[in-house]
């Protein structure tokens, strides 16, 4: 789409309005550079004031050293694995139970779709303690095996991936499963032949945002994994670098750290712009 | 008849397999967890024995004057953070919307960027540029000939920093919401108004705030639930200091729970807490859909 309207003229609040807009845009990710360029510089020119603002002797010294004097490989393969397990266990479980809410008529439907609304505005630090003594009496504690088990079955039920995949099936017109039963294909059938190929969209708009929110989810991670530091997800071994207990007092170091667990966000960010629009829109005017 | 009654029975039990996971994977780690804490909020642990207390979990926390001051702090953040977000967030995308779409979808990008690299990066970046030794905005003081202060240790400055940052985390969502709405606005109606003579100010007068009700309602109810948990940056970022000044009630939280100073009955009822201000907010989501559905 080109410019709405065609009035060329433009007011001097708009102008200015834009002007600070661009300012603010650059403060807004002036942090992220500083993160990127620090993370390439030797441990004496990033805490040099005045500072070099850009790195001019650059240096892969601290990437090695985050893999070296730290188990970072550690923390990928533990934020990879929790991510990808539990995306996918979202996806499943939020697609099967929004196709039913929007096509399927039983007994209770309304009940849970406004126990689904409801809870979106519940968040999980609200519940934390309780659910972490849960978690432990269930013996998921310590080993790989039972921190993965921490981290990721109670994160399997979410209500914004139910509530996004009910109004991605509810964009699909009822005359077209209506249809198929006369033709006598039935409404589970219908789901796994026609519903969920027609609802890749809302499908990828799940998994990018629901694989971000468990990447991020940072507090649950930590009381997960606080025995070892094999244990930690790459944000929590991040962060776990400004504690003294770490031993590392190198910020240009924490900054590849940072760099490091924010890259493979960004990646999918810019790969699949479209499906973060779609996916935060998804529902917000209309219920 | 009958093959109907036994259609519908076919088609609830169906019904069923496809919400059942969903249903007890809720029942089991949301409304248990909560259930339970609330169960706790009653109870106090001294000596490995578990006592029944009543409310005086409760009335621990409304005597204290750090949990007093963790609440106030809470309230604080969400009433300044919250109406930034929507006057920002409507400002940046009615003066946006109706450019080239090139620029709109950069400038959403660039501000929905900090959600993307998460609390925990902004934070660990944050402290860099704050550093007292080393950092930026010591650099800036000096710069001005101001006397350089460790923004993180002095109460004055933390809580307004505290709200910067959380506002700089949140707009983009608040953007990437507002411009999407405004870009459904019809054609005619912004061409009426130019028409009429009206500049950008009416225009957002007249046309993109009222249309835009539906998202400002929307981003003031989730984005309250969003501000009111914060704990992220509080934690990296002040640790609830200097001096208890920036705690907030998920900070508090934290500490009662998992920290040096663990009274987990204290914990529970802050909890509940927090859950009776979500129950506020869902309230307020359900009068708004039947309010929609009754217009419709």
Same mark, same amino acid.
């Given at each position: ?6 009035l060329?003229k433009?007011?001097a609040?708009d ?8 300012l603010?845009?650059?403060?807004s990710?002036f ?7 620090g993370s390439f510089k030797?441990?004496?020119d990033?805490v ?6 850009f ?7 601290n990437?090695r ?5 730290h ?7 533990n ?9 996918a266990g ?5 697609s099967?139970?929004?196709?039913a809410?929007?096509?399927?008529r039983?007994?209770g439907?309304r009940l849970?779709?406004s126990f ?11 519940y934390v303690l ?6 432990t009496s ?6 790989v ?7 990721i079955v109670?994160n399997?039920?979410m ?8 109004n991605f ?9 209506e ?10 059938r ?10 890749k969209g809302g499908?990828?708009?799940?998994a990018i ?17 606080f025995s070892s530091k094999?244990l930690?997800?790459?944000p929590?071994?991040?962060?776990g ?5 770490s031993?590392?007092?190198?910020y240009g170091?924490r ?5 490091v667990?924010?890259?493979?966000l ?9 499906f973060f629009?779609?996916?935060?829109t998804?529902g917000?005017?209309k219920? | ?5 036994e259609?519908k029975?076919?088609e609830?039990?169906?019904?069923? %397999? !496809? @919400?059942?996971?969903f249903?007890? /994977?809720?029942?089991? =780690?949301i409304i248990y967890p909560?259930?339970?804490? $609330?169960?706790?909020?009653?109870y ?11 409310l005086?979990n409760?009335?621990t926390?409304?005597?204290?004057a ?9 309230l %604080? !953040? @969400?009433?300044t953070?919250v109406p /930034?977000l929507?006057? =920002?967030g409507?400002w940046i995308?009615?003066?946006? $919307? ?8 950069g ?7 900090p ?6 990066v902004?934070?660990i970046?944050?402290r ?6 080393s950092?930026? @905005?010591?650099?800036?003081?000096? /710069?001005l000939g101001?006397?350089?202060v460790n ?11 505290l ?8 707009i ?9 709405d405004?870009l ?8 009426a108004?130019?028409?009429?003579g ?6 957002f ?6 249309l835009?009700k ?8 989730t984005?309250t639930?969003?501000v009111?948990k ?5 934690q990296?970022?002040?640790?609830g200091?200097?001096n ?6 998920m900070y ?5 729970a ?5 009274n ?13 201000i979500s ?18």
């Amino acid at each position: 789409m080109k410019r709405r309207g065609s009035l060329g003229k433009r007011s001097a609040f708009d102008t200015v309005s834009n002007v600070l807009i661009i300012l603010f845009c650059l403060l807004s990710i002036f942090p992220l550079y500083w993160m990127v360029t620090g993370s390439f510089k030797y441990s004496g020119d990033v805490v040099k004031l005045p500072p070099d603002w850009f790195p001019i002797h650059p240096t892969l010294y601290n990437y090695r050293g985050v893999f070296t004097n730290h188990p970072a490989w550690r923390w990928i393969v533990n934020s990879v694995s929790v991510t990808l397990i539990t995306t996918a266990g979202i996806v499943l479980v939020s697609s099967a139970a929004g196709y039913a809410l929007s096509k399927m008529r039983f007994i209770g439907r309304r009940l849970i779709f406004s126990f689904v609304i409801a809870a979106l505005l519940v968040p999980m630090e609200v519940y934390v303690l309780p659910l972490y003594k849960q978690v432990t009496s269930y013996g998921w504690r310590g080993s790989v095996t039972g921190a993965y088990l921490a981290m990721i079955v109670p994160n399997l039920a979410m209500p914004f991936g139910v509530y996004l995949m009910k109004n991605f099936y509810d964009t699909i017109p009822d005359a077209l499963v209506e249809a198929a039963t006369l033709d006598g294909c039935g409404r589970t059938r219908f789901f796994f032949e026609i519903g969920i190929p027609l609802s890749k969209g809302g499908i990828g708009a799940l998994a990018i945002l629901a694989g971000i929110r468990i990447w991020n989810n940072y507090l649950w991670q930590l009381l997960n994994t606080f025995s070892s530091k094999y244990l930690y997800t790459l944000p929590v071994g991040v962060a776990g670098l400004f504690d003294t207990s770490s031993g590392e007092t190198d910020y240009g170091l924490r900054m590849a750290a940072a760099t490091v667990s924010a890259l493979p966000l960004f990646i999918i960010f810019f790969s699949f712009q479209r499906f973060f629009t779609s996916g935060i829109t998804a529902g917000a005017v209309k219920e | 008849m009958k093959a109907m009654t036994e259609r519908k029975l076919r088609e609830n039990l169906s019904a069923y %397999l !496809f @919400v059942g996971p969903f249903v007890v /994977l809720c029942a089991l =780690f949301i409304i248990y967890p909560i259930f339970r804490g $609330f169960i706790n909020s009653l109870y106090n642990t001294k000596w490995r024995a578990t006592v029944y207390v009543g409310l005086q979990n409760y009335k621990t926390i409304f005597s204290n004057a750090t949990s007093m001051l963790a609440i106030k702090n809470s309230l %604080l !953040f @969400v009433a300044t953070v919250v109406p /930034l977000l929507i006057i =920002f967030g409507i400002w940046i995308s009615g003066s946006i $919307f109706d450019k080239r779409r090139l620029y709109v979808s950069g400038v959403r990008a660039v501000l929905y960027i900090p959600v993307i690299a998460s609390m925990v990066v902004m934070s660990i970046i944050w402290r860099f540029i704050l550093d007292s030794q080393s950092g930026l @905005v010591r650099y800036f003081c000096m /710069l001005l000939g101001l006397k350089p202060v460790n923004v993180l240790a002095d109460p004055t400055y933390t809580i307004y920093l505290l709200i910067f940052i959380l506002f700089t985390m949140n707009i983009g969502q608040c953007v990437v919401l507002y411009t999407a709405d405004m870009l459904s606005i019809p054609n005619d109606l912004l061409e009426a108004c130019r028409i009429d003579g009206g500049g950008r100010l009416d225009m957002f007068r007249y046309i993109l705030i009222p249309l835009t009700k539906n998202t400002t309602i929307f981003t003031f109810i989730t984005q309250t639930a969003s501000v009111f948990k914060v704990f992220i940056v509080i934690q990296l970022l002040t640790r609830g200091g200097p001096n208890y000044k920036t705690t907030t009630m998920m900070y508090l939280l934290y500490e009662y729970a998992f920290g040096n100073n663990i009274n987990t009955g204290v914990a529970s009822a802050m909890g509940v807490l927090m859950f009776v201000i979500s129950l506020v907010l869902i309230t307020l989501r359900f009068v708004f859909i039947r309010r929609e559905k009754e217009a419709m």
